[in-house]
């Protein structure tokens, strides 16, 4: 079955560029999507088609897509992005998601 | 603004039965598929069950066919998933969740609105 991998967390100082990577052989062919999951709460979309940003989701957060690999990269990262973000591709499968930290 | 709001979970026991309800907003609901997406407690997230936009159509992770059954009325704006034969690994928060196609043609749906989620939980 169709499989994404993430790191299962990913730590960054206040200020600096986090980088999340999720892995899947359907990358190339199909589009990227990430959501953002804070605790508690129900996951949002914050990127999605690769590259592109919904309304109200701030322009630190960035995607790119390249061969099997897709990045998700929060500039600047602040201490209220602290969270867990999954990638999605394509028939209906998530990644396993990946820890925050920004500390 | 697209609200979802689900309704419906509870404590239950094993073999017990259970139906979520989502009640949509803001958009033209028939427009859409729809989903059920799950995610056991400190788990990742796991998509259950989805419908077309008549009905028509419904697809179901592995775990729960012939358990679960997704459907929707659309005149209601809603959608529902009945639960029967409940398991304590089918203990989770249930996310009602619109599909969205994306922009270029044949790359498939995405989710992109969540309701709060509710949660259901399967103990003796």
């Known amino acids: 079955s169709y499989e994404l991998t993430q790191p299962p967390s990913v730590s960054v100082s206040p200020g600096q560029t986090a980088r999340i990577t999720c892995s899947g052989d359907?990358?190339?062919?199909?589009?990227a999507y990430w959501y953002q999951q804070k605790s508690g709460r129900a996951p949002v979309l914050v990127i999605y088609?690769?590259?592109k940003r919904p309304s109200g989701i701030l322009e630190r957060f960035s995607g790119s897509s390249s061969g099997t690999m897709a990045t998700l990269t929060i500039s600047g990262a602040q201490v209220e992005d602290e969270a867990d973000y999954y990638c999605?591709?394509?028939?209906?499968?998530f990644g396993g998601g990946t820890k925050l930290t920004v500390l | 603004e697209v609200q979802l709001v689900e309704s419906g979970g509870g404590l239950v026991q094993p073999g017990g039965s259970l139906r979520l309800s989502c009640a949509a907003s803001?958009?033209?609901?028939?427009?859409?598929?729809m989903s059920w997406v799950r995610q056991a407690p400190g788990k990742g997230l796991e998509w259950v069950a989805d419908?077309?936009?008549?009905?028509?159509?419904?697809y179901y992770v592995d775990s729960v066919k012939g358990r679960f059954t997704i459907s929707r009325d659309n005149a209601k704006n809603a959608l529902y998933l009945q639960m029967n034969s409940l398991r304590s690994e089918d203990t989770a928060v249930y996310y009602c969740?619109?599909?969205?196609?994306?922009?270029?043609?044949?790359?498939?749906?995405?989710?992109?609105?969540w309701g709060q989620g509710t949660l259901v939980t399967v103990s003796s």
């Open positions: 088609e690769d590259t």
């Open positions: 803001g958009s033209t609901f028939s427009s859409y598929w």
């Open positions: 999605y591709s394509t028939d209906r499968v």
């Open positions: 969740v619109r599909e969205a196609p994306a922009t270029a043609t044949g790359y498939g749906d995405y989710f992109d609105y």
């Open positions: 419908i077309k936009q008549d009905g028509s159509e419904k």
């Open positions: 359907a990358l190339p062919k199909k589009y």
